[in-house]
C-alpha cells in the first residue's frame, strides 16, 4: 500500500460561493518534439524546422478543466505567452471545450525564462480577475522543467498540487491523487490552487470537425506589455527579467544495438561470457 | 535434396540455420490458425547476404531440385510463407539496407529486407512521402511488393504497384535481372517488373526495390465519423467519391472490433458515440484546404444520419487512429478462423455488406467487418465458432460467391498464398489460369520456388 498522506490547505483567496468554477488553463505552443531539430552551436531548439503545437501536457490539463466544466458547471480560460501565431493553439483550445482565450504577445515578453514567463503569465491572471483553479501540465516538451506552474503559484500566492494524477473530489474542496516516485499521496486542498496533471490523469478528447471549423475562426483576446502594466513591474518580462543563462544544449549520442558472437562452450568461452557482462554493466 | 553444408559454403556457416527449435518463427506467418497450413517436416533456414549469393543458392536448389520458400516478414496472412514442402527457406532478413533517398528524382532504392516502418521513417526525415500504408510495418519491402499489399492509403495514390519503379530480382535458374529503373516511362519490351508485382514468391526473389516517393502533403487532418448504423456508413462512402473529393483513405470500422484493438495498445478510440464508423483522412497544401474537403465530407455524412464527427490534427493522434486501425487484425487474430478479404466495385460495396449480413442470419453468427471501404475492400472476420460448427468453407464460399456475383474477386491486397487456393474454382477461369501456369514454367521450368502457393 503506498502511504496516503493527508495534507489540508486552507488559503481562500477569491473564493466566490455558489458560482460556478472559474479555471484557469495556462498553454504552451511546442515545436513538434519528434521533428525538431537542435542548433547545437547557438544551443537552441530551432523552431523553424518543425511544426507548432500545444504542448502535449497541457492538452491533459485542458481536458481536466472541461470535465469539470461538465460536471459541476465552469468557465475555461485558456492562457498563453507567445508570439502571434500561437492564436492557432489557443484556437484549438476553444475548440476542445475552452470558453475564452488569452494571447500574450509582445517583443517585450521574449527571451523569457521561466521565472520571466511565470510572473508575465501570474501579471495576466489578475487582470482576469478571480479564479478556483489554475490548471497546468505536469512540464513543457521542450523546455522539460517542470518549473512554471509552481512558480506561478508562488506568484499568485496560492499553493499548489504536482504530479496529479486523479482528482478524488472537486467542489467547495479539492481532493487529488498526486504521483510522487513510486508513492501515491491523496491530498486535500481548499480553492483556489494550481494543479499539475500527469498524462495518467485522462485521455484528451479530439474536437468535432463543427468545433474545429468555428474555433478556427474565433477571436482570440490580445494583451500586450502595456495592457499588463497596471499589474506588472516590466522589468521583470522577458529577457531583462531572466536570470538564467543557458551555457551549452548537446544532444546525447545514439547508440545503436551491438551484436557479439561467442562461438566455443569451453570454460574460458564463459569467462568470456562473464566479463563481457561485467564490462557491460560497468 | 540440397544439404546444410553446401548452404554454408555460400552464405558461411552462421548463416545456415537447421535446428528447429532455433526456426520454429520462420516456419508460420500471421494467418489465423484455423486455416494456417503445416509446415514441412525437412527444412533449412537459410540467411544469404546478398543477389549473388541468392543466385548461388538458387542454381544449387534448381540443381538438387529442392524446393526454396522466400521470406521477407512473416506478416502475410495467406499461408504465402510458410514452407509446406520439405526444401529451404530463404529469408531475405539480410539485405536490409536503404540504399539511398534521392530527393532529386524523388524514389527511395532499399534492399528486400529492409523493415517497411524503417523504410518509412527514412522516407520522413528526408522530408519525402511515400503514400501506401499496409498495416503491418514489420513486413518487408520485398513482401509489398511480392504481395502487391494495399492497405489503409489507397485511395487517392493507389497500392504499392503504383508506386514500383524498378526492381532486381534473382529467377529460379540464377540470374540477376534489373528490371526498370528511377523512371517515370519505360517502354522497353514487355514490362516483366509488373509481372513480379503480387508474384508471391513464385516467379524470383526480390531483391531490390526502387519505390517513387511524392512531396509531403502541407496540411492534413484525420475525421473518424461515427454512425448508428452500418449500412448508413457505408452508403455515405460512394457519395463523398462522386462528390469529387479523394481523401487520401477511406477506412471502415465498427465499434466491437476498433474497442479490442484499442484496448490490446492501451489506448482509447476517440470516438464515444455510435457503433460504426468511417475514418477519413483528409490531406492539402493548406489547412484551409483540409477544411474546406472536411466541411464538404461533414454534409454529406450528416445527411447519411451521421451522429458525430471528430478531427484530428495533431500528429500523435492522427498516428494513434491510423495504428488502432492497422492492428484490428492482430487484436482479432487468436478469435477469428478466417479473415476475407472479398473487393467488389467501389459503388456495389453497400450491397456486398448486406449481403454479409443476410449470411450471418442465415447461418446464426457475426460476423465483424471492416475494410477499405474506398476501394470496394472489405474484411469479413469468420469467426471461431464456424470452425468449431464446421461450416466454416461453407459460409466463406457463399460471400466469394455473393462478391463475384457484384463482379468482384475473392482477394483485393492479401494474395492468393496457400489458404485461397481451394475456393478458387469459383473464379471465372477461361484460358487465364492457363496462361498464368506457363509464364511461371518459363521463370521456373523446375518448380522449385515456392511450389503450391500463389498458383493452381
Ligand atoms: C496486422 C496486419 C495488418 C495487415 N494489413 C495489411 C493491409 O492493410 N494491406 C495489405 O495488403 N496487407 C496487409 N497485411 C498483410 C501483409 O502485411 C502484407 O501482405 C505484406 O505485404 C507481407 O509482407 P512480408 O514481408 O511480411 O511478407 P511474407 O509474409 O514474409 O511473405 C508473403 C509472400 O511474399 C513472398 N515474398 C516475401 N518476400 C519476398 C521477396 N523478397 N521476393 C519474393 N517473394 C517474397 C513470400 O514468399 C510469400 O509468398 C497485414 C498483416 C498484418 C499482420
Known sequence: ?282 | MINAQQLQEIVGEDWVITKREQMESYLVDETAVAIRPKPADNVILVKPASAEEISEILKLANRELTPVFVRGGGTGICGGAVPIRDGIVLSTERLDRIEEVDRANLMVVAQAGVAFGAMLKAVEDAGLFFPPHPGAENAHVGGLVACNAGGVRAVKYGVIRNFVRGLEAVIPTGEILMMGGKLLKNNQGLDLMHLFINSGGTLGVITKVIFRLCPKFISSGTLVISYDNRHEAIDTVPEILQSGITPLAIEYVERNVIEISARRLGMRWPAAKGQAFLIVMLTGDSEDEVYAQGERVSNICEKHQAVDILIAERKEEQADILKIRSEVYSSLKDNVADVLDITVPPASIGVMMDKVDTIAQRFDTTIPTYGHAADGNLHPHLMRDLHERGILRQVKREIYQEAIKLGGVITGEHGLGVVRLPDLDLCPDGKTWELMRGIKRVFDPNNILSPGIGLL
Open chain 1, 1 to 282: 500500500m503506498p502511504e496516503l498522506l493527508k495534507v489540508s490547505i486552507t488559503e481562500d483567496i477569491n473564493r466566490r460561493s455558489g458560482a460556478s468554477l472559474r479555471i484557469i488553463v495556462p498553454m504552451k505552443q511546442v515545436p513538434d518534439m519528434r521533428q525538431v531539430k537542435f542548433d547545437t552551436e547557438k544551443g537552441k531548439v530551432d523552431r523553424s524546422s518543425a511544426a507548432a503545437e500545444i504542448n502535449p501536457f497541457d492538452l491533459h490539463a485542458l481536458e481536466t478543466a472541461v470535465q469539470l466544466k461538465e460536471k459541476l458547471g465552469a468557465a475555461v480560460t485558456a492562457i498563453s505567452m507567445g508570439p502571434r501565431r500561437a492564436e492557432v493553439a489557443l484556437r484549438d483550445a476553444l475548440a476542445r471545450g475552452a470558453d475564452s482565450a488569452v494571447l500574450l504577445e509582445d517583443s517585450k515578453f521574449a527571451g523569457a525564462d521561466t521565472l520571466a514567463t511565470s510572473y508575465t503569465l501570474a501579471c495576466a491572471i489578475r487582470k482576469l480577475g478571480g479564479f478556483d483553479l489554475i490548471i497546468c501540465g505536469e512540464k513543457t516538451v521542450d523546455g522539460d522543467t517542470g518549473q512554471v506552474g509552481p512558480e506561478l503559484a508562488e506568484h499568485l500566492n496560492i499553493p499548489h498540487l504536482a504530479y496529479v494524477s486523479k482528482l478524488v473530489e472537486a467542489g467547495e474542496k479539492l481532493v487529488a491523487v498526486c504521483d510522487m516516485e513510486g508513492e501515491a499521496h491523496i491530498v486535500e486542498a481548499s480553492l483556489p490552487v494550481l494543479l499539475m496533471v500527469t498524462k495518467d490523469i485522462n485521455i484528451p478528447r479530439l474536437p468535432t470537425f463543427r468545433d474545429k471549423a468555428m474555433a478556427r475562426k474565433a477571436e482570440v483576446t490580445i494583451w500586450n506589455a502595456e495592457e499588463l502594466s497596471s499589474f506588472a513591474d516590466p522589468s521583470r518580462f522577458g529577457i531583462e527579467g531572466s536570470p538564467t543563462r543557458v551555457r551549452k544544449v548537446f544532444l546525447p549520442s545514439e547508440e545503436g544495438r551491438k551484436g557479439k558472437i561467442f562461438r566455443n562452450t569451453n570454460e574460458e568461452a564463459i569467462s568470456d561470457v562473464a566479463q563481457a557482462i561485467l564490462d557491460f554493466l560497468g
